[in-house]
């Protein structure tokens, strides 16, 4: 809808086909947002990645304490996380690139 200051404006989301009347709307769909840009007019998400492997392993909750590790680049650019979540759950992350890529090159960018 058109908002009494001319802009249009999100009004309701279609879930399962019915309208949810809402105030706002939230696009969080990680480094696909930039697709969002092909849903409204005249939007232009800024966002900016890196490549990178992720991994997830999954323990029992008891045996994991929350917790972070980063480590320094090397000398090729590559670091690692490990991220350590009371569930269970142990994400490692390997950052490869220290290039940024534009919304475009996130859009076009197959893996």
């Given at each position: 809808?058109?908002?009494?200051?001319?802009?249009?404006?999100?009004?309701?989301?279609?879930?399962?086909?019915?309208?949810?009347?809402?105030?706002?709307?939230?696009?969080?769909?990680?480094?696909?947002?930039?697709?969002?840009?092909?849903?409204?007019t005249g939007l232009r998400v800024r966002m900016r990645g890196t490549l990178g492997t992720?991994?997830?392993?999954?323990?029992?909750?008891?045996?994991?304490?929350?917790?972070?590790?980063?480590?320094?680049?090397?000398?090729?650019?590559?670091?690692?996380?490990?991220?350590?979540?009371?569930?269970?759950?142990?994400?490692?992350?390997?950052?490869?690139?220290?290039?940024?890529?534009?919304?475009?090159?996130?859009?076009?960018?197959?893996?």
């Amino acid at each position: 809808q058109h908002g009494s200051d001319g802009h249009r404006r999100v009004t309701g989301v279609v879930v399962d086909g019915d309208v949810v009347p809402c105030d706002a709307a939230v696009v969080a769909l990680g480094p696909w947002s930039v697709m969002a840009e092909d849903w409204f007019t005249g939007l232009r998400v800024r966002m900016r990645g890196t490549l990178g492997t992720v991994a997830v392993y999954s323990r029992h909750a008891e045996d994991l304490a929350s917790g972070i590790a980063i480590c320094e680049r090397d000398e090729h650019g590559r670091a690692l996380m490990a991220v350590a979540r009371n569930n269970g759950e142990m994400y490692c992350l390997g950052i490869q690139s220290q290039k940024a890529f534009s919304g475009e090159e996130l859009r076009n960018l197959h893996v």
